[in-house]
């Protein structure tokens, strides 16, 4: 048995404001779990995406997370959950006035081919994005894979 307490797992940089990787905390070996809290206009994710081989739920907490799907957009409020088969695209953001607060799982722990879609200024469409490490070193970065561009910046 494992037990941990989730506000002493160290958060990590992305698109949420706090992220707390609880896999490792718990020596989960099967399931891939995180926390999170979204303040407004955060997403859990990096942009628009699937992972090839990894089903994902997510419990909704508190508040209410706009999930963009392929069937269009779909809102989870507190007390619900949401399921992913492996292969779907979805993206869930905040966009309300209050924070999130949310749970992520996946299964296997291992999700296979992450497609990551987002709206690349010089392209001028949603193309395949790869996220980086800032030059810098202070942050994550995506990136265009198809002309290079930087499309956003994660601190
Ligand atoms: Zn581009």
């Known amino acids: ?23 490792r905390a718990l ?14 206009g955060d997403s859990f994710a990096f942009g628009y995406h699937a992972h090839s081989n990894q089903e994902e739920v997510f419990y909704v907490q508190s508040s209410t997370v706009t999930f963009e799907t392929d069937d269009g957009e779909v809102e989870a409020t507190s007390g619900e959950v949401v399921r992913f ?6 993206r869930g953001v905040n966009r309300g006035d209050e924070r999130v607060v949310a749970l992520a799982l996946g299964a296997p722990q291992d999700s296979g081919d992450l497609d990551l879609r987002r709206d690349c200024p010089d392209c001028g469409e949603r193309t395949t994005n790869t996220i980086e490490r800032a030059g810098d070193e202070t942050g994550l970065v995506t990136v265009c894979e ?3 561009a930087e499309t956003g910046r994660f601190d």
Do not use: H
């Not at 020596?27 to 407004?40: I, K, Q, R, V």
């Not at 088969?85 to 979805?90: E, F, H, K, L, V």
């Open 1 to 23: 048995m494992e037990k941990v307490r989730i506000e002493n797992v160290e958060s990590r940089t992305g698109p949420a404001d706090v992220k707390r990787p609880l896999t």
């Open 146 to 148: 198809d002309c290079g």
């Open 85 to 90: 088969a492996p292969g779907d695209y979805q």
């Open 27 to 40: 020596g989960a070996t099967d399931l891939s779990l995180n926390y999170y809290e979204l303040a407004p």
